[in-house]
């Protein structure tokens, strides 16, 4: 069920159900890719999960513009920041229980930037709620273990503007991409990638991308997607399960939905 497009009877008769929360970002994307690549793919995903999982899923609307800070040098960026990000999900989440009587909630991420904010929704739910239920995922987390559940070869880390999210886009919105323009960038100041630093996607590429997207293609792109889509699937099945544990029960934590 997509909220926005529901009547409000509608929206009330669903404590059973899982709140689906879509988690972009309006930021540079190298020189190939659009400002809302993060937002576009993640609302995607999110829209083709509700699809498959109709009556258990609620779609909540997007949160367009995540935490990007560190992008802010490169023209059209937005950012609300982490505190912001944080802010608006735990509202929408807290909002919704109290209107509809829904207890579970997955904040679905497609931007790394939203990370902190999402662990920090988390904290405030819990702290706001103790009744209520929140995951957070990045959707390229399950779409990894489908990927390599299946065998299918697959890039070893996400990057930015890089052959998944290019190869995404070519799959689900191709008049927005310009692979004329794709070229190789990365990190230039040799860090490892568990090192986290002040400096931002400016300071550290070349033109604000991670990764080579020159081969990038909407086969590629399409067995990617529906990976996500899948592995998402999968998760909420399994937090669905997991609210009726008995060991959840003798440990006194209320996961009703």
């Known amino acids: 069920m997509k909220l926005i497009n529901s009547r409000s009877d509608q929206a009330a008769s669903g404590p059973g159900m899982v709140a689906l929360l879509p988690m972009g970002a309006v930021e540079q994307h190298s020189l190939?890719?659009?400002?809302?690549?993060?937002t576009l793919i993640v609302e995607a995903i999110a829209a083709a999960v509700e699809r498959r999982l109709p009556t258990r899923v609620v779609l909540l609307p997007t949160l367009s513009v995540g935490a990007s800070d560190h992008h802010l040098a490169m023209p059209g960026t937005i950012s609300i920041g982490t505190q912001t990000a944080a802010d608006h999900a735990t509202h929408q989440c807290l909002s919704l229980a109290q209107s509809t009587g829904i207890r579970t909630f997955v904040l679905l991420n497609g931007h790394g930037g939203n990370q902190p904010a999402c662990r920090l929704a988390l904290e405030k739910l819990r702290a706001a709620a103790p009744g209520v239920r929140g995951f957070a995922v990045d959707y390229w987390g399950p779409m990894f273990d489908e990927l390599?559940?299946?065998?299918?070869?697959?890039?070893?880390?996400?990057?930015?503007?890089?052959?998944?999210e290019t190869s995404i886009l070519l799959a689900t919105h191709p008049a927005l991409v310009d692979m004329d323009r794709?070229?190789?960038?990365?990190?230039?100041?040799?860090?490892?990638?568990?090192?986290t630093t002040t400096e931002g996607i400016p300071e550290r590429t070349r033109h604000g991308g991670v990764g080579d997207p020159r081969r990038a293609t909407a086969t590629d792109g399409e067995r990617y997607f529906g990976a996500a889509v899948e592995g998402i699937v999968t998760l909420i099945g399994t937090i669905v399960g997991a609210s009726d544990s008995p060991q959840k029960e003798r440990n006194g934590v209320d996961d009703s939905h």
């Not at 190939?32 to 993060?38: I, K, N, R, S």
């Not at 040799?190 to 090192?195: F, G």
Request: proline share 8%; net charge negative.
């Open 148 to 164: 390599d559940a299946s065998g299918t070869a697959r890039p070893a880390a996400m990057g930015h503007a890089d052959a998944i």
């Open 32 to 38: 190939h890719l659009p400002l809302g690549t993060d």
């Open 182 to 195: 794709a070229v190789e960038d990365g990190y230039q100041d040799a860090l490892p990638a568990y090192v």
